[in-house]
């Protein structure tokens, strides 16, 4: 009898050694990133009470309304899977007491869940990169914040992006444009899909977020949200522009760009990108001075991003700036019983002189060839060469991988770790 095959779940993926190169590649870039722009990596649970993201998220969203793994847990609390990160974050800074007038740039990187339908860019577990700037009123840290963005994709090699900018102003005015597209939409109700009768009455700029082709005409004519904006939302967008110009960034003010969520206030940008189809948004974010306050905290100002993993990793596959494996550094090829355990020293040795080279020891024996078959898969520039005879003179074969027609160099196996050092030093520069 065969056991049956367990499936993964829908929409959720493995990442594999066969591509995990460019995720470490941005991973790294993006901390390094941060870390050079002040802000400081947090880790929040992945599990939240559900009334967190309801609250935050609004109920009239896609996310709250049809994407949200929810279940009872054994105690019977409501609880779901997070379907995104500034919730949890802000969450964290008020149960935590970090705010009380102080200001945080924060960050995180992680998991996400939402139960949507699974398609090329669109999954039900997806990966974001969160930032976060709390207690900050901009327009300077707005502009910073989309500087970050700007150099991450410098520093990933990836051009073919293009940032659009938008101001929602603040509440207060949103509400008089609020009723206008009421009755605009009021009178164009027989038009209406499903999702945006719905919307109507609730939160009607979310109907202009709706990604429905046959909506798309009845949203263009809508009145335009820039006229109605509050004279102090018009001179952060002004500043945030000419901050943006003298940065030498480009962008182009969307005005369709509301990012639907009742928290946004003022500012909201995302790039988008035309080289993945139709998920064409790799990083999505906004001012949400609103929200703190909305979710019990003092209230703060604060604006914020996320950025989806799976996006930015297909087009560093496209861009070819990483490579998507990892491979080894330095292979040591070894025989004989007495050469093998001397290789097993000589391996951490190797690893103690460069501790952030990877060192395979070919294990499992093998004549010569099958080991140097092995090693040349391995990536490895380098084969520290051990058999008995080597051993019995004390030294080890160092032989490049890469440059066929150099000589094998020996090196003494007392100090071989140093000496595969200095060999990487005088190559790498
Ligand atoms: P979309 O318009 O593509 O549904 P969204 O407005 O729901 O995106 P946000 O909630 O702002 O997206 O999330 C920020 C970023 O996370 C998006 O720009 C996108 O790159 C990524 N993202 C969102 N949902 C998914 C998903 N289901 N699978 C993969 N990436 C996603
Ligand atoms: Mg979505």
Known sequence: MSASIIQPVRGMNDVLPTEIGRWQFLERVVRELLHAYGYD????????????????????????????YSFED??????TLRPEATAGIVRATISNGMLRGARHKLWCVGPMFRHEKPQKGRFRQFHQVDVEAI????????????????QLWRRLGISRVALQINSLGTAEARRAYRAQLTDYFRAHHAALDEDSQRRLEGNPLRILDSKNPAMQSIIAHAPSLPDHLDAESREHFAALRAA???????????PRLVRGLDYYSRTVFEWVTDALGAQDAVCSGGRYDGLIAQLGGEPTPAIGFAMGVERVVALLEQTG???????ADVYVVAQGD????????????????????????????????????RADRSGAAIALVL?????????????????????????????????VANWFKERVR
Do not use: C, H, W
């Open 41 to 68: 990596e947090m880790r929040v649970p992945v599990v939240e009470q559900t009334d967190l993201f309801k609250r935050a998220i609004g109920e009239y969203t896609d996310v709250v309304e049809k994407e949200m």
């Open 74 to 79: 054994k105690g019977g609390e409501r609880l």
């Open 135 to 150: 207690g900050f009123a901009g327009p300077d840290i707005d502009a910073e914040l989309i500087a970050l963005t700007a």
């Open 244 to 254: 943006l110009d003298a940065l030498g960034i480009a962008y182009q003010v969307n």
């Open 321 to 327: 700036t990483a490579p998507a494996t990892v491979g």
């Open 338 to 373: 007495a050469a093998v355990r001397a290789a097993l020293v000589l391996a951490d040795r190797v690893r103690e002189a460069e501790p952030a080279r990877r060192v395979e020891l070919n294990l499992g024996g093998g004549n010569f060839k099958a080991q140097f078959r």
């Open 387 to 419: 058999g008995e005879d080597e051993l019995a003179r004390g030294v080890v074969q160092l032989k490049s991988l890469r440059d066929e027609s150099a000589a094998a160099i020996e090196i003494s196996l007392a100090t071989a770790g140093q000496a």
